[in-house]
Each structure stands twice: as C-alpha cells, then as structure tokens.
C-alpha cells in the first residue's frame, strides 16, 4: 500500500510530460498524435490516481479520514524542525482525483475530435494538461499580468445550449470586477454570456497553482483553478 501513495507523484508529472512533448515536438506531430499524447498522459494520471484511490479504500475508516503524507522533498532543516513539500491524500482529495482525471480524460479525448482542423490544436492541448497538472502562477500575479479585463469569480445558472459544441450559457455571480494596468479597477455589473467551453480552454494563457472548491446549484462541488483566457463571448448584461 505504501508502494502505492509513494508513486502519488506522477499524477502530476505525468500531465506535464504531456505538455512537454507537444511543446517540444507538437509541430512535427500530426493533430491526431497531438490529441493522442495528450489523452495518453491524462489517462496514465488517471490510473495511477485509480490505484491511490484503491488503496485508500482498504484502509481503515479513520486512517482514510485522517489521510497519508506523503513528503517529496525538503525545503529547509534547523535543529529538529523541518519544512518539506508533500501531498495529503484523504477521502476528500480521493474524490476530487478520481474527479479532475476521469472526467479530464474524457474532456482531452473528445477534444481530438472537437479540435481537427484548428490552428491552435497543439496550444490547446498544451494547456489541457497544464490544467491538469496545475499551474505555477498564482492569482494575484495573474491580475497583475493583465492590462485590461474581467475578474471573474463565479458563473452561476449555467446551461448546455449546444452539447456537442459544449456551448454553454450562464451568468457571472458573486463579484465580477474590471482589471486595469494589473490592478481591480472597481465593481462591473453581472453579464450574461454564451461561450464554448472547449474554444475558451485554446485560449488559456495561464493557471494558478492553487485550487477553489466551488459549490454548484445542483448541490455538487468542484475543486478548479484559477484560468487567464484570452476572450470570452459576453452577451450583455443582468437585469
């Protein structure tokens, strides 16, 4: 079981040998190959987050609550204390593995498809991994990065108008703010929008590293990062 969380650490690496591949080679490789590393990296994250998950299970109830630590590396030793970086396996964080790589699998899997013929192919599955794996900015670097655009905290009655498109329509919620020269300007009134989900991700020009769990309207929950897209389709704004 040890033997098991010690390899923990590919479900990130794994993701990122993705990204490094299309990006070293993705403009030899055909879109199909492109697609196909893609999905291969995100699919072996997933396994390897399957067999975590599994071992989890077979522990006892209150070790699974109480979760494994499992230490990468050390940053620094003084006397007798240490500060290392590690990764905390617990129910919790089983449930939002098996999540972000199953359905991310089958996201990166449908794309090869949805994506033939666009130019930005290789970028996107780029990206799609790096969503996977998290990114290495946080988010007031982000803003800080941005000369002009929206602070987006939440979207809200969100609703599939084209599903094989994956268009959806929505509203933002809970906060919608304009960013001037790298810093929040002041309030924007809620908007309306209907976007592609998929044409949004070819647009992701940074992610965060640090994750939000964020309650649906439906009672579900998701544990996402922070995006930087390139544009995204308003259509007007709430009544």
Request: glycine share 10%; hydrophobic share 50%; net charge neutral.
């Amino acid at each position: 079981m040890e033997q098991v969380f010690s390899i923990a650490w590919l479900i990130i690496v794994l993701p990122i040998i993705g990204l490094l591949i299309n990006l070293a080679f993705g403009r030899r490789m055909s879109e199909r190959a492109i697609g196909a590393v893609a999905s291969l990296a995100a699919g072996a994250a997933f396994l390897v987050s399957l067999a975590v998950v599994m071992a989890l299970v077979g522990m006892e109830p209150e070790a699974r609550v109480e979760g494994v630590d499992v230490p990468l590396y050390t940053f620094f030793s003084v006397g007798g204390a240490e500060v290392e970086f590690g990764l905390k396996l617990d129910s919790l964080s089983a449930v939002m593995l098996m999540v972000v790589t199953f359905v991310g699998t089958l996201i990166h899997v449908y794309a090869i498809g949805y994506m033939r013929g666009d130019p930005r192919i290789q970028r996107f599955f780029i990206y799609m991994n790096l969503f996977m794996a998290a990114g290495v900015s946080s988010l007031d670097e982000m803003i800080r990065a941005t000369a002009k655009g929206l602070y987006i905290t939440r979207f809200w009655y969100t609703r599939p108008v084209h599903p094989r498109d994956c268009i959806v329509t929505g509203m933002t919620r809970d906060g919608l703010f304009m960013i001037e020269d790298g810093e929040l300007a002041h309030a924007v009134k809620n908007l309306r929008f209907t976007q592609s989900y998929v044409k949004a991700m070819g647009g992701v020009q940074a992610v965060s590293r640090e994750r939000r769990t964020l309650i649906t309207e439906f009672g579900g929950a998701y544990c996402v990062p922070a995006l930087k897209i390139e544009a995204f389709n308003f259509t007007g704004s709430t009544v």
